[in-house]
């Protein structure tokens, strides 16, 4: 896929308040911290499309950001830790979890894994609410340059070995790094694909 165009739509501090449902979406969600912004600029080619802080927890809305004008990208805010009251945190899940259950043109969210660490409590019980959910979702593995390709393969092993325990099958899996760009393409191809399969059964 070609990014042609890539603009800021608006912050939704909620469901109610996002665009209309009225163009294929794909959202991507994670840790706080764990890239989300970072991936946003390197998958579009604008490098400050998304805002990018060093602080976790900056993403406090629903930023939606509308691509070849006719699909939107969605930045989610990140769930875990953050430097924030236990209150706002709240409403964030809250907002996000409203989003990924009730947004009817959804077609693919994207979780984001930092892969340096093991696998963490969050995503994995978040990953398994999507499951129970039969929310369709993809793996993202990011900062890959930060580590060995033995150390990624590794860490990639073990987090399927932990799903493994209750997945029969795990979801598509990507390799990425905002350094190097590792991932860029096949991330923008299965998003291409996906809305050629959702056209086809329109």
């Known amino acids: 896929m070609i990014i042609r165009s890539a603009s800021f739509v608006k912050s939704s501090p909620s469901l109610k308040e996002c665009p209309p449902a009225s163009k294929p979406e ?3 969600i994670g840790r706080s911290n764990v890239g989300k912004s970072s991936l946003i600029n390197v998958l579009t080619g604008w490098k400050r499309l998304a805002k990018i802080s060093v602080q976790p927890g900056k993403t406090r809305t629903i930023n939606h950001f509308h ?41 693919c969210l994207f979780v984001l894994l930092d892969v340096r660490l093991k696998p963490q409590r969050s995503d994995l019980e978040f990953m398994e609410f999507l499951g129970n959910n ?6 993202v593995f990011t900062k890959s340059d930060k580590i060995s390709k033995q150390s990624l393969e590794q860490s990639i092993t073990l ?30 191809n299965y998003i291409e694909e996906s809305m050629n399969i959702l056209s086809n059964t329109e």
């Open 67 to 107: 691509i070849n004008e006719n699909w939107y990208l969605v930045d989610l805010p990140g769930y875990g830790y953050a430097r924030v009251p236990l209150q706002l945190r709240d409403k964030w899940i809250k907002s996000t979890r409203n989003y990924v259950l009730k947004r009817e043109n959804l077609v």
């Open 159 to 188: 987090y399927d070995k932990e799903m493994h325990k209750s997945w029969e099958s795990l979801p598509e899996t990507f390799i990425s790094s905002t350094v190097t760009a590792e991932g860029r393409d096949e991330i923008l």
């Open 134 to 139: 039969q929310i369709p979702f993809a793996r």
């Open 26 to 28: 794909f959202a991507f």
